[in-house]
């Protein structure tokens, strides 16, 4: 059984219809990229999984269970968390409160282990622990995201474009992050736009444009396909 699984996703923003039909599955300890132009649909797809744009039609499956009408917030409980596009920090909060927030679902005795893990992870939290959100960097903000989501101990992880907005050399340190949670044991569905870094990290990936899914293979192959590198690495 996979531990994700959608079929046939079907998405609307209102009238727009913003996925017609995903189908993509991902197994416990992989890390999977989700590569798209903007405007394909990768927000969407994560969103859908977190239960913020549920789906319309089709099935999301999550260790064998129907998860297409449950609420995000029992989302989390089951273990997945997403850092959204874009981040959403709380600014005016410090990093300590934003990580706190993020462990909001538990009432298990993990949180302070979990604490420190994120730390340790990512020293400069550690540092900034009592800096206000907003006083920090793109790239910053973006681990706190991330660390955000891990508090929720999630089992999948959903990051939406984390390099987006960032300094080159924060990009690198935050991949190497990424690859390091997917190490530990959390399962990654990553969604890029510049995907270098991500099929780096990533052992599979998936092409969507327009709301489908045209291309899924191994992140070597897609990284020699000619279409994979005129429209999404740059070269
Ligand atoms: N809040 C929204 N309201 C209306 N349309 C939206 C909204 N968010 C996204 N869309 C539309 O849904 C489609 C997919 O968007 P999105 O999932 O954000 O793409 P991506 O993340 O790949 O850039 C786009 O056509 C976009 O304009
Ligand atoms: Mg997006």
Do not use: W
């Not at 959608?6 to 923003?13: E, N, R, S």
């Not at 340790?120 to 995201?145: D, I, N, V, Y």
């Amino acid at each position: 059984m996979a531990l994700l699984e959608l079929t046939g996703v079907h998405a609307f923003y209102g009238s727009i219809k913003a996925l017609k039909g995903v189908t993509l599955r991902v197994e416990e300890g992989e890390c999977v990229t989700l590569i798209g132009s903007n405007g394909a649909g990768k927000s969407t797809t994560l969103r859908s999984i977190s239960g913020l744009t549920p789906p319309r039609q089709g099935s999301i499956r999550y260790r064998g269970l129907e998860i297409g009408k449950t609420p995000p917030q029992d989302i989390v409980r089951l273990g997945i968390a997403h850092a959204p596009e874009g981040r959403h920090c709380f600014q005016r909060m410090t990093v300590a409160e934003n990580l706190e927030l993020g462990a909001y679902v538990r009432r298990d005795a993990g949180v302070e282990d979990d604490l420190e893990k994120v730390f340790a992870l990512f020293p400069r939290l550690k540092e900034r622990e009592q800096q206000k959100a907003g006083t920090m960097s793109g790239g910053e903000q973006q681990m706190l995201a991330i660390g955000r989501a891990l508090m929720a101990s999630p089992r999948l992880l959903l990051l939406d474009e984390p390099s987006m907005g960032i300094a080159p050399i924060l990009v690198e340190q935050i991949y190497e992050t990424i690859a390091e949670i997917n190490r530990q044991g959390t399962t990654i569905l990553l969604v890029e736009q510049n995907a270098n870094f991500a099929l780096d990290v990533s052992a599979r990936g998936y092409v969507l444009e327009t709301g489908t899914v045209v291309l899924t293979d191994d992140s070597d192959a897609l990284r020699e396909s000619p279409d994979v590198q005129r429209a999404y690495l740059g070269t």
